[in-house]
């Protein structure tokens, strides 16, 4: 029997919230908070909230100095350039907003940055100053009456996939994906029921592939769901029954497999399914580290690898398919839950060819 004193770690928020903040009187909040100090964690609650969110309610209505840095800046690609995010900054001892921002970009992480927008009333920017295919790095800084915060951490946008790449939807998928890039990681959005039967739904990031060659990536966790199949892909067409070779990460208790469908229409078949081990994998459940996999073309001839570190690569299987000479090559996302996407990122990737 679990005793009703044993109080999760999630109280400091709410009683900052409503006794501090609002001057609400809440005297058995109060009590719970008394007997928890210093408020611990718990597995669903990662943070000390004693620390993080108990403090006192603001003595001045007027900042007495600048905002604090600006943090959660996100970029997201868009048909007319890169479209930013971040939170909205205050400043600390008073919690007045910010009244603006300033955003700034450079062509190199440790390059000159130049204002790009100035008096930015709202924590977005939409940057339509770009050119399609090249990377972008941006810092955002607010201001108010007292002066100006420190620039942000610098983040990196690519307008758009790089140069060579492409992403689409392959198959009847509920939600559309979308593919971004930021110099050295691409991150998918992807929905979509499987890649498997004898037709595929999912996010497809992609180039072309001529003749024989390679296909090497690295996944990076944590994915937004276990159901989640990642992986490296070559397939002859977009077309959702097109043959495909592909070695995926294979959900929920995480093996490596080639899976590929021979000719169109076809079923899939999984081949070399090989389990992921500790600690990569935590209790047959979760990727917990990143992992390497890699996929090869030799004529009609498709075998799969992975790997714990890039460097030494376990062979998986081969297969042969009827595949045309120029294929799509890349990086899948598939959420495998209805209506609903998932995240899955991947860095060191690279194609090769035979001439490489």
Same mark, same amino acid.
């Given at each position: 029997?679990?005793?009703?004193?044993?109080?999760?770690?999630?109280?400091?928020?709410?009683?900052?919230?409503?006794?501090?903040?609002?001057?609400?009187?809440?005297?058995?909040?109060?009590?719970?908070?008394?007997?928890?100090?210093?408020?611990?964690?718990?597995?669903?609650?990662?943070?000390?909230?004693?620390?993080?969110?108990?403090?006192?309610a603001p003595v001045s209505t007027k900042p007495v100095a600048p905002p604090g840095i600006t943090?959660?800046?996100?970029?997201?690609?868009? $048909?007319?350039?890169?479209?930013?995010?971040?939170?909205?900054?205050?400043?600390?001892?008073?919690?007045? $907003?910010?009244?603006?921002?300033?955003?700034?970009?450079?062509?190199?992480?440790?390059?000159?940055?130049?204002?790009?927008?100035?008096?930015?009333?709202?924590?977005?920017?939409?940057?339509?100053?770009?050119?399609?295919?090249?990377?972008?790095?941006?810092?955002?800084?607010?201001?108010?009456?007292?002066?100006?915060?420190?620039?942000?951490?610098?983040?990196?946008?690519?307008?758009?996939?790089?140069?060579?790449?492409?992403?689409?939807?392959?198959?009847?998928?509920?939600?559309?994906?979308?593919?971004?890039?930021?110099? =050295?990681?691409?991150?998918?959005?992807?929905?979509?029921?499987?890649?498997?039967?004898?037709?595929?739904?999912?996010?497809?990031?992609?180039?072309?592939?001529?003749?024989?060659?390679?296909?090497?990536?690295?996944?990076?966790?944590?994915?937004?769901?276990?159901?989640?199949?990642?992986?490296?892909?070559?397939?002859?067409?977009?077309?959702?029954d097109s043959p495909h070779a592909s070695v995926l990460l294979l959900p929920p208790k995480w093996?490596?497999?080639?899976?590929?469908? $021979?000719?169109?229409?076809?079923?899939?078949?999984?081949?070399?399914?090989?389990?992921?081990?500790?600690?990569?994998?935590?209790?047959?459940?979760?990727?917990?580290?990143?992992?390497?996999?890699?996929?090869?073309? =030799?004529?009609?001839?498709?075998?799969?690898?992975?790997?714990?570190?890039?460097?030494?690569?376990?062979?998986?299987?081969?297969?042969?398919?009827?595949?045309? $000479?120029?294929?799509?090559?890349?990086?899948?996302?598939?959420?495998?839950?209805?209506?609903?996407?998932?995240?899955? =990122?991947?860095?060191?990737?690279?194609? =090769?060819?035979?001439?490489?």
């Amino acid at each position: 029997t679990v005793s009703r004193g044993n109080f999760r770690p999630i109280f400091e928020q709410p009683y900052n919230h409503y006794a501090k903040r609002r001057g609400l009187d809440t005297p058995n909040l109060a009590m719970v908070i008394a007997r928890q100090r210093p408020e611990g964690y718990g597995g669903d609650h990662p943070s000390y909230g004693t620390v993080t969110h108990a403090r006192s309610a603001p003595v001045s209505t007027k900042p007495v100095a600048p905002p604090g840095i600006t943090a959660g800046l996100v970029a997201r690609s868009t $048909d007319l350039g890169i479209r930013l995010t971040w939170v909205k900054s205050v400043e600390p001892v008073s919690c007045t $907003d910010a009244e603006h921002y300033i955003v700034q970009r450079a062509k190199q992480p440790n390059g000159v940055y130049l204002p790009v927008a100035t008096e930015l009333s709202k924590p977005e920017f939409h940057d339509q100053s770009v050119e399609k295919g090249e990377l972008y790095f941006y810092t955002v800084s607010a201001v108010n009456g007292v002066g100006e915060s420190a620039p942000s951490w610098a983040l990196a946008a690519n307008a758009g996939m790089p140069k060579g790449w492409s992403a689409a939807d392959v198959g009847n998928v509920g939600v559309p994906g979308y593919s971004e890039f930021n110099g =050295t990681t691409f991150s998918l959005e992807g929905e979509g029921s499987d890649v498997g039967g004898t037709a595929d739904e999912f996010h497809f990031a992609w180039k072309k592939l001529q003749g024989d060659g390679v296909i090497t990536a690295r996944i990076v966790q944590p994915m937004s769901s276990q159901w989640s199949k990642p992986g490296v892909m070559m397939r002859a067409s977009l077309k959702s029954d097109s043959p495909h070779a592909s070695v995926l990460l294979l959900p929920p208790k995480w093996s490596g497999a080639l899976v590929y469908r $021979d000719a169109s229409g076809k079923d899939t078949f999984a081949a070399g399914v090989t389990k992921i081990p500790e600690p990569f994998v935590i209790n047959e459940n979760r990727l917990m580290k990143p992992y390497w996999i890699r996929l090869t073309r =030799t004529g009609s001839t498709f075998t799969g690898f992975m790997s714990r570190d890039g460097t030494t690569w376990q062979k998986l299987a081969s297969a042969n398919a009827e595949m045309p $000479d120029t294929l799509y090559v890349g990086l899948p996302a598939c959420s495998q839950l209805n209506h609903v996407t998932t995240r899955v =990122t991947y860095d060191h990737v690279s194609v =090769t060819t035979e001439a490489e």
